[in-house]
């Protein structure tokens, strides 16, 4: 009988990422969105309400939960951007080729400025969209009055969004540490079972938050806030807590329920911004628990204010001047050949796409250019799957959206209908694309052809120029354009493993100094390249072939520097320090591990580490050969299936 498995590369595009609902960013969306809606048909002037509508979608879909200056400062200038786009767009409306400059202007320039960090990307994004959107309001009303418009809703949400940052500052900031202690309580209670990778992970990702936003906070009040330095202390001195776990995590070992509470104890105090209670700790066991507890009653130390935070306080570097930061800016950004081959390839769809609708013109032709704005963000994500998602999101939301049009629903029914829809944007934007799609398009469709309703070609016309968009970035922009089916992630790999040798060699060595900042590197670099792995992994060609071949290899060198992690703590805590040649041959092995994906050829094999304590290491350096080996098939050998594509690591 014939094998109807689905595809692997489909199975993960479809997949939905797990993660809790956030109410109050529900809430808020579900409020702002269809509040201005609301007010103009209680005025009669349901035309302007959605327009305010529109502003207040793009600073709800951008304002992420989190520290409130992150917020402002990503939304802020995401909607800024999105104002000027949106005037733009009206100033020049619908005016044949003039419109089809400025859109492809915009588009070059959108590329370009999404090279400088995701903020940036997110706001050259917004840019773009309302451009688009733009050419299609200019005949409602004026450019103007468009801006303004536009301006009110977006400042409406964002209002919402920041509201409790008077009286509740650091809140986010305290969930963010808080949560840090959550993980670590995850991964002691699934030591030894099939959820320790994943709790592991978790663990990466809320230490990687919490860093980037108190560093953040950090480098621009300069030490001046006494809340936010003792917030960055407490999460320095978790430092100790957070190698001890991940040291019995790896040796499959749980502590007492008692250390387990006094974790989530303390986790719940630092959100609830009060003194731990009492610690119920024990005061014998194992080296690796008795590492934990000292670093658990180290930290309620700092916290009940038996240990001043002066004592120990850590100087950060300095913050880089304006003119090192446009230096480096033009370095990394403008000088390199990625940021103009993507605004080429960006530019070059939108012009396509623009012939085709000269040549077949369609009723709603933005409707195209908006969709290849959004599918045509590789940092976003695999342009192959976010075209599908895409095309088949938009399928399913423009069917609803022009549906609800087409029965044309009462005008305070539609308020509700908008309400429902906003609470469920914030929900389906964490899980899946394809999901997002789907609950975003009916909203959007519902605010720009409100004047259409009870036309069912609206159906029609919304899902042919979605797959015409999606055909122009698959075709154009994805088979047609070089380079785009071939990996690039050799060079990021061989830097994660180099990044691991030197924690290994630093930790192994018994020299504490820059070993932990070593170790939250080497996992951030490897978070990093998983989820860069991931991305790849939902498309057909051979990138996602390979990506599916080494992703084994990332987890067993999480595994290796969980092994590091282990010993240092071990040595840490008077266990004999491994023999030297013993311990340089581990460090080799993985410098002969990385130069090996540089050259784009198999490693070599492993060494046979002799001493016992590097038993366990042996074995995880062992299953990263095998990875990066791939399995034993007649298909072409990772590296000979991608041999010539693998670019410097500089570039990787």
């Not at 109807?4 to 109050?24: C, E, G, M, N, V």
């Not at 733009?88 to 003039?98: I, N």
Request: proline fraction near 7%.
């Amino acid at each position: 009988m014939p094998d109807f498995a689905t595809p692997y590369w489909l199975s993960q595009l479809l997949k939905s990422r797990p993660a809790p609902i956030d109410w109050k960013r529900a809430i808020r969306t579900a409020v702002a969105i269809p509040a201005p809606i609301a007010l103009g048909l209680a005025v009669g002037q349901l035309n302007l309400g959605m327009l305010v509508s529109i502003g207040a979608l793009c600073a709800s879909v951008t304002a992420i939960s989190g520290p409130y200056r992150d917020r402002f400062r990503r939304s802020g200038t995401a909607v800024l951007a999105g104002a000027i786009g949106f005037f733009l767009g009206d100033l020049v409306g619908s005016r044949g080729w003039w419109t089809a400059v400025l859109v492809v202007g915009a588009a070059a320039v959108s590329a370009v400025i999404s090279a400088g960090g995701n903020n940036a990307s997110l706001a050259a994004l917004q840019l773009l969209v309302y451009v688009v959107l733009g050419t299609h309001e200019a005949a409602v009303v004026g450019p103007l009055t468009a801006a303004v418009g536009f301006l009110i809703g977006a400042a409406w949400a964002l209002l919402l969004s920041i509201a409790a940052w008077p009286v509740q500052a650091t809140a986010p900031e305290r969930r963010l540490v808080g949560a840090v202690y959550d993980a670590l309580a995850d991964l002691l209670a699934t030591s030894g079972t099939p959820a320790g990778r994943p709790a592991r992970q978790q663990l990466t990702a809320a230490l990687n938050s919490a860093y980037d936003a108190l560093l953040a906070a950090r480098s621009r009040l300069q030490g001046r806030d006494k809340v936010y330095l003792r917030l960055f202390v407490l999460l320095s001195e978790t430092t100790p807590v957070v190698e001890a776990t991940v040291a019995m995590a790896h040796a499959r070992h749980r502590p007492p329920k008692s250390v387990s509470d006094a974790v989530l104890a303390i986790g719940a105090a630092i959100r609830e911004d009060r003194q731990p209670p009492e610690l119920d700790l024990p005061d014998s066991g194992s080296p690796r628990l008795m590492a934990l507890v000292e670093g658990l009653r180290a930290v309620a130390e700092i916290m009940t204010g038996d240990r001043a935070v002066d004592e120990v306080r850590r100087p950060l570097p300095a913050r880089p001047g304006p003119h090192q930061r446009v230096v480096h800016w033009f370095d990394e950004v403008i000088a390199g050949p990625a940021t103009w081959l993507h605004a080429l390839r960006l530019a070059l769809c939108m012009a396509i796409a623009e012939l085709i609708t000269v040549v077949f013109p369609t009723e709603r032709s933005y409707w195209v250019f908006m969709t290849i704005a959004i599918v045509l963000k590789p940092d976003f994500g695999s342009v192959f799957g976010r075209a599908v998602l895409r095309g088949g999101g938009t399928f399913v939301g423009a069917l609803v959206g022009a549906l609800v049009l087409a029965v044309s629903p009462n005008g305070w029914v539609l308020v509700v209908l908008v309400a429902v829809i906003g609470f469920l944007l914030p929900i389906a934007q964490v899980r899946n694309y394809g999901m997002f799609s789907t609950v975003l398009t009916p909203l959007v469709v519902i605010q720009l052809d409100l004047g259409k309703v009870g036309s069912w070609g609206l159906v029609l016309d919304r899902l042919l120029d979605t797959v015409l968009g999606c055909a122009v970035v698959l075709v154009f922009g994805y088979l047609l354009w070089p380079g785009s089916r071939t990996p690039r992630i050799g060079g990021r790999l061989a830097d994660a493993i180099d990044t691991a040798a030197d924690y290994a060699d630093r930790a192994l060595r018994a020299d504490p100094r820059g070993r932990s900042a070593l170790r939250r590197r080497t996992y951030r670099q490897l978070s990093d390249l998983r989820t860069e792995f991931q991305r790849m992994l939902v498309e057909p060609s051979a990138a996602g072939r390979l990506a599916a071949t080494w992703y084994p290899a990332i987890i067993s060198l999480e595994r290796v520097t969980s092994s590091v992690t282990r010993l240092a703590v071990e040595i840490e805590r008077g266990d004999p320090i491994p023999p030297a040649e013993e311990v340089q041959a581990a460090v080799g092995a993985l410098r002969e591990i990385a130069t090996a994906v540089r050259e784009e050829r198999d490693p070599a094999d492993s060494p046979v580490l002799t001493a016992p304590e590097l038993t366990k290491l042996s074995s995880d350096l062992a299953a990263v050969v095998s990875g990066l080996r791939g399995p034993e098939l007649e298909s072409p050998r990772p590296f000979r299936l991608v041999r010539r594509f693998l670019p410097h690591p500089s570039h990787g």
